[in-house]
């Protein structure tokens, strides 16, 4: 590290230092920042790990710390609602399922959210692929946890109807689910999902039935239309 001479006028010592401290101090920060970056990633695809395994234990208050603020703050959703509404509609469906194989983790560009990749059976020995998401958040990893009720809405439509997972109609096993369980729901206050919108907005039941039921007709709808 290049040092400045001891012989400077006292004048110009008092900006030197400030100078040498502030470059220290830019240093550290530059510093800090770089191994928040490196570590990013793993520290990242670790927490999807462990919320995978939260929802393949079927605990509902790990997978809950995961909640995103947003959802939180805009659907009403607390831990002690969301236990009820794991216990109550969610697990009693994604119970049915059993992992095949071992997962794989993929960290998606550019480098904000991570996807763990599970191959799962049914008790008819229907076999889907299923992921489950974490994205870095303001603060910590998050994730959208209800949506572990729109795949339970799935899982329930496919085994109803016979088809593969990836076949479903969305919009129908959404509006199915919905139509099931709107009154635990709205008696839990819980009041839509965020997602739909990047501003955060919470989709009200009503607007969501009403976003649904506009692609009824067609017989093409890509898995898109879940909550991105």
């Not at 208050?61 to 509404?85: C, H, M, P, W």
């Amino acid at each position: 590290m290049t040092e400045f001479p001891h012989s400077a006028p006292k004048a110009l010592q008092p900006r030197g230092i400030a100078f040498v401290r502030g470059m220290g101090l830019s240093v550290a920060v530059v510093g800090i920042g770089i191994v928040v970056w490196l570590n990013w990633p793993k520290s990242l695809i670790s927490h999807a790990e462990a919320l995978f395994r939260a929802v393949s234990d079927g605990n509902p208050q790990r997978v809950f710390a995961f909640s995103a603020s947003i959802e939180r703050q805009r659907t009403g959703l607390d831990e002690a609602k969301y236990i009820r509404l794991w216990r109550g509609l969610i697990e009693p469906r994604l119970g049915r399922l059993r992992v095949l194989s071992r997962f794989t983790t993929a960290l998606m560009p550019p480098g904000h959210q991570a996807t763990v990749e599970v191959s799962v059976v049914n008790s008819h020995g229907q076999r889907w692929l299923l992921y489950v998401e974490c994205f870095q958040g303001d603060s910590r990893p998050e994730a959208y946890v209800l949506r572990y009720l729109l795949l339970a809405w799935r899982l329930d439509y496919a085994l109803e109807t016979g088809s593969a997972l990836e076949s479903v109609h969305i919009p129908s096993a959404y509006l199915r689910g919905l139509s099931k369980d709107r009154t635990t729901l709205e008696s839990l206050g819980v009041h839509g999902l965020v997602g739909y919108k990047a501003n955060g907005h919470c989709s009200t039941w009503d607007e969501l039935e009403e976003r649904w039921r506009g692609f009824l007709p067609s017989e093409n709808v890509s898995s898109d239309l879940g909550v991105k």
